[in-house]
């Protein structure tokens, strides 16, 4: 549990409501986290998932794990510690974008159930949308796309997960998708119709 250092502060509250902003543009703020193995496909998603709302005037905006990690997070690694941190810096700037009203699309392996959980904890009901974008380690291995799978299979790269490092499926995820099984724009549907089925978009 992060401590809180600073004490004398009090929350400032705006004019502004959530309604006010659902109104203002016609979609509904939420944080949908993709999760799963490195090489599984969030990025992938991600970025096709933020052209069509775009395409469909819906204001989105990715989180993507490498970014993060060059800027906010640059101080973190990838111990157990460091991990949680992570996603729980990640979880509070995820809820500062559904605040605004904007629909946060987050790419992080984000291995730990608890870790994603706090995060769930952090955002009203019905802000976050847990997907579990699934795929045997042994095709995320074959597409090895960034080459970490062979460095970490020759020890190169420590504490990578479903190698050296656990990964903890979702238990109940909103949603499911199997790039395994699915094309991109399979995938990328599959979270759009989500999306549109509970009402937080229109196309
Ligand atoms: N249905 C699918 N959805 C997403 N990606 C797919 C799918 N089918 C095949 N792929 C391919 O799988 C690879 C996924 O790589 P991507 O970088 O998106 O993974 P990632 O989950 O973001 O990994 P990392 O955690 O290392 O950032 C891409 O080369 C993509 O083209
Ligand atoms: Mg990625």
Redesign the pocket.
């Known amino acids: 549990m992060t401590v809180q250092k600073a004490t004398n502060i009090k929350w400032h509250h705006g004019k502004i409501t959530k309604d006010d902003r659902v109104n203002l543009m016609k979609q509904k703020g939420v944080t949908i986290w993709l999760t799963?193995?490195?090489?599984?496909?969030?990025?992938?998603?991600a970025v096709e998932l933020e052209h069509a709302l775009l395409e469909n005037k819906h204001l989105a905006y990715i989180l993507d794990?490498?970014n993060i990690r060059h800027g906010l997070n640059k101080n973190l690694g990838f111990s157990p510690e460091d991990r949680t941190e992570n996603i729980r810096r990640i979880g509070e700037v995820a809820k500062l974008f559904t605040d605004a009203n904007m629909i946060a699309i987050t790419?992080f392996?984000s291995p730990y159930r608890q870790d994603r959980d706090n995060v769930r904890k952090l955002l009203k009901d019905g802000e976050f949308i847990e997907i579990y974008?699934k795929c045997p380690i042994e095709v995320c291995e074959q597409?090895d796309?960034?080459g970490?799978y062979k460095k970490a299979r020759a020890g190169e790269v420590k504490e990578f997960t479903g190698i050296s490092a656990p990964y903890e499926e979702p238990l109940h995820p909103e949603l499911t998708v199997d790039?395994s099984k699915?094309?991109?724009d399979?995938?990328t549907r599959a979270v759009l119709n989500y999306l549109e089925a509970k009402g937080y978009v229109k196309f």
């Open positions: 799963g193995l490195s090489g599984s496909g969030k990025s992938t998603i794990g490498d790419a392996i974008i597409r796309t960034k970490l790039t699915m094309t991109v399979e995938s």
